[in-house]
C-alpha cells in the first residue's frame, strides 16, 4: 500500500484533478487523500464568517459562488455544462440548510467553523472519485469522519490512532477495490461532531493513514519541486534539499516552514515510513525524500510565518511570570485554542507571538482578570532562519530596526516584527 496526499493546488482546476488521474493510474494498490480544491477553505471560511454575523443572504451568496467554481470543473471533466453529480448537489444543499436554518452561539464557534469548512474536502474527494471511475479507475470513496476518532477538541484535533484503527481497517477490508480516495484535514469527536485537524492537516491525514495501514510509503504532491530551504514566493533564491531527517522537519515544520504540516513526522517515524515531496507536474522527478536515515542538515532555512498577533502581558503584582502565572497563561491559552509560535520573557514581562485568533480579545480580558496589564499588537509575522550565516543575519536580522522581539542563538534567529 502507498499513500498519496494532493494538496488544494494541485486538484485546483479540471486540469489539475487530470494530472491526479495520471500520477496514479497505473497503481494497484493506493490510498489518495485530496485536500479541498483551491482556495476553498478561505471560502468557506467566508461561510463562517457570514453566519456569525447573522447574514443568512450573504451566507447563500457565498454558497453559491463556491458550488458555481465547482461545477465549472465538473463540466469540463465530465464533458457538460449541464452535467451533476447527486452527492455534490446534496453535500452543497446540507451546508445551506446548517448555515441558513441554525442559529450560531460563540460557545460553539469552533464547533460551527469545523462543520462548515470540512465541506471543501467531502466536495472535493467526491468529485475526484466520481472522476476516476469515469476514467475506468475502480475507487472506494472513504468518509474520514467515520474512520479517524479524534479529541474532543475542534481546530486543532489530534487523531487518536489506537481508536481510528479498526474502523479505518474495515473499511479498507471491505471494499471491492484496491484504490481508495479519503479526505485530508477531517475526522469526528466522540460525540460524532466533525472536527479539522489544523490548516494544512491534510498532510497528518495522510501519514495517519500510512501508519494505520503500514504502508510502504507516502508522498506528498505539491506545486514546488521538493523540499526548499525557503518560500520560493518570498525569497526567490530558495534551494531544493533533497534528504531530510525526522527530527529536522520536525523542528521546521514546528517554526512555520510551509514542508509538512508538523504532525506529520510522528506517525511516519514510528514505524519508519518514508515520506517522498514531489512536483505534481512531472510525476519522474526525484523530488525530496525525509526518513530516518537522512543527516542532520546545515543549510540555511529562512521561514516566514504571518497571520500572527503579539500578546504582551506583565504582572501587576510583579511576581515572577516564569514561576508562579504560566500555568494560569498558558491553561487560558489552551481554553481558546490559541497557539504559542515563541515565548520571550523577562522576570515580570511575557510576550507571546501567537496564531491571529478572533478569541484574542477575550484572552486579554481573562488575564486582565488574574492580575496581568495586557496589550494585543496585531498584524505582525515571525521571521525564522535556522543555520543563518552573516550574510543572512546581517539582510534580515541587523539592518531592521523595526522588529518587536528578536531572539539569537549560535544556530538560529527568531524576531517578530510589523507585517511589510
Known sequence: MKVYKFGGASVKSAEGVRNLVNIVRGEEELFIIVSAMGKTTNALEEVFDAMRKGDTALCESKIAEIKAYHYTSIADLF????????????????????????????????????????????????????????????????????????????KDANVLIEQSATPLRL??????????????????????TTT??????????????????????????????????????????????????????????????QIIHPKTIKPLQNKNIPLYVKPFGNKAAAGSEISGSAATISTPIIILKRNQSLLRLRSRDLSFVLEEKFPIIFATLERFRIKTNLIHNTAVELALCVEESWHLEEVATALQSEGFDTEVVEKVELLTIRHYD???????????????????????????????
Open 171 to 192: 473499511a479498507v477490508a471491505g471494499a471491492e477495490s484496491r484504490i481508495f480516495v479519503g479526505q485530508g484535514f477531517i475526522g469526528s469527536a466522540p460525540d460524532g
Open 390 to 420: 552573516n550574510e543572512l543575519f546581517s539582510r534580515y536580522a541587523s539592518k531592521h530596526n523595526d522588529f518587536l522581539i528578536r531572539q539569537t542563538t549560535t544556530d538560529t534567529v527568531r524576531i517578530v516584527k510589523p507585517i511589510c
Open 79 to 154: 464533458g457538460s455544462a449541464e452535467y451533476r453529480i447527486k452527492a455534490v448537489d446534496d453535500l452543497f444543499e446540507a451546508l445551506r440548510k446548517a448555515v441558513t436554518t441554525n442559529r450560531f452561539e460563540r460557545s460553539r464557534a469552533e464547533e460551527w467553523y469545523d462543520h462548515i469548512v470540512a465541506y471543501g474536502e467531502l466536495v472535493s474527494t467526491t468529485i475526484i472519485s466520481a472522476y476516476l471511475a469515469k476514467e475506468g479507475i475502480v475507487n472506494t470513496w472513504i468518509d474520514m469522519r467515520k474512520c479517524f476518532l479524534t479529541q474532543a477538541r475542534h
Open 196 to 257: 479539522t485537524l489544523g490548516r494544512e492537516g491534510s498532510d497528518y491525514s495522510a501519514a495517519v493513514v500510512a501508519n494505520i495501514l503500514n504502508a510502504d510509503s507516502m508522498t506528498v504532491w505539491k506545486d514546488v519541486e521538493g523540499i526548499l530551504n525557503a518560500d520560493p514566493k518570498i525569497f526567490p533564491d530558495a534551494v531544493k534539499i533533497d534528504h531530510l531527517n525526522y527530527v529536522d522537519t520536525i523542528e521546521l515544520a514546528y517554526s512555520g516552514a
